[in-house]
């Protein structure tokens, strides 16, 4: 199915129109013939496309897209994007541009964030972009992006929660959100204890991290990690934590409350795929999945004991992830340190869904739908 409205069919003599919905017997569902709406997400070390039309449960997806490009690669240390990342991130938008040409979107938002933030070249390079592909993206500031990210995954939070820390692990920055799940803004909650999605939850604090997986794998080392320089990743990442906790004292604000977490990012749903001990990674059983802390702790540790082959031959990361993944656990450790909570929601989903909700929003044709619960793994 390309996304476009099937060709009218003349009326051969002698029959009937058939009536609206139908077609030769074959029932339509009401949004086949609705518009698509984009969102394409350029980060520093993936490529995301993301195509979808309104529906009674918020929108439903008709084609998607997803390319590790490592655009980031090396920024750190000479401040520009490299001619390799470059090329390799083009090819990756012209097949983004062909999706979204072949299935007939009427409406896109596509964006970059931190690489081409902080990259020298960022700019130009996005003209080279609109120039040789035909696609114009903005540059997301690290606010809008925390706040679509936020969006993204409200349908998960927990109703019952008082706080919710909500993160993102990039590959360039990673964006922590504080939420106030108290607060009346997100008081609408459906009666299977879950956000509905159409819920705005009061950002109580945010900020960027100028640290992502890519980053910190490039200064401390990725392929051959050891528990000495795993110790220094996490140390820099809680330098670079504390004083937003300092600032805030979310540990004092949440204490006696019910507090959980979200994540939204490769690190979690790697984490999550392997505490579930999956042969290939699979969407349904990692999004919206809970894991307790310990659990998580098990499988960074365990990742931290195996070698840089053994995490290749681990199905949920691979050859493209292997060098990056005990980077993110540390991020991760460091924000497990930082804030106590018991539990942890999975989330494969976030900047790509909140800029969809947010398109179909404007236009008055999104829903706020239910979501089922998801129970927690045994």
């Known amino acids: 199915m390309n996304g476009r409205p099937e060709p009218r069919k003349e009326l051969q003599p002698g029959k009937k129109a058939l009536p609206p919905g139908k077609t030769g017997g074959r029932r339509i569902h009401p949004n086949d013939r609705g518009p698509i709406y984009g969102a394409l997400d350029l980060g520093t070390n993936n490529c995301r496309l993301l195509l979808a039309r309104p529906s009674r449960r918020g929108f439903r997806v008709v084609d998607a897209f997803s390319r590790i490009i490592r655009l980031g690669e ?67 500031d690290r606010e809008t992006e925390a706040a679509l990210a936020v969006s993204g995954c409200a349908s998960l939070i927990d109703a019952r929660a008082d706080y919710v820390l909500v993160f993102d692990i990039g590959g360039g920055s990673s964006e922590l959100i504080w939420l106030d799940a108290s607060s009346a803004r997100i008081s609408a909650a459906s009666q299977d204890g879950a956000r509905r999605n159409g819920a705005k939850p009061d950002i109580k604090a945010w900020t960027s991290l100028p640290v992502g997986v890519v980053t910190l794998a490039e200064r401390f080392g990725g392929h ?118 018991e539990r942890l929601r999975v989330a494969d989903r976030g900047l790509r869904e909140g800029i969809l909700a947010t398109l179909m929003s404007e236009d008055g044709v999104y829903r706020a739908g239910r979501r089922r619960r998801r129970q927690r793994p045994e």
């Open 224 to 341: 051959h990690v050891t528990p000495e320089s795993f110790e220094e990743m996490v140390a820099h990442v809680l330098s670079l934590i504390h004083p937003f906790e300092a600032l805030h004292g979310f540990n004092a604000m949440a204490n006696g409350g019910t507090v959980h977490l979200l994540g939204t990012s490769g690190t979690v749903t790697t984490v999550a795929g392997i505490h579930l001990g999956l042969k290939r990674y699979d969407r349904q059983r990692v999004d919206g999945c809970w894991l307790d802390i310990d659990e998580i702790q098990s499988v960074v540790y365990g990742l931290l004991s195996r070698t840089y082959e053994q995490r290749v031959a681990e199905p949920c990361i691979g050859h493209e992830r292997a060098d990056l993944v005990l980077a993110g656990c540390a991020i991760l450790e460091a924000i497990l340190r930082t804030w106590s909570a």
């Open 74 to 140: 090396g920024v750190s240390q000479t401040g520009r994007l490299s001619d390799a990342a470059m090329r390799r991130t083009i090819d990756a938008l012209r097949v983004c541009a062909a999706k979204l040409g072949r299935n007939g979107v009427e409406r896109a938002r596509c964006v970059a964030t931190e690489a081409c933030r902080v990259a020298s070249n960022g700019r130009e390079f996005l003209h080279r972009v609109e120039r040789e592909v035909g696609l114009k993206l903005e540059v997301l």
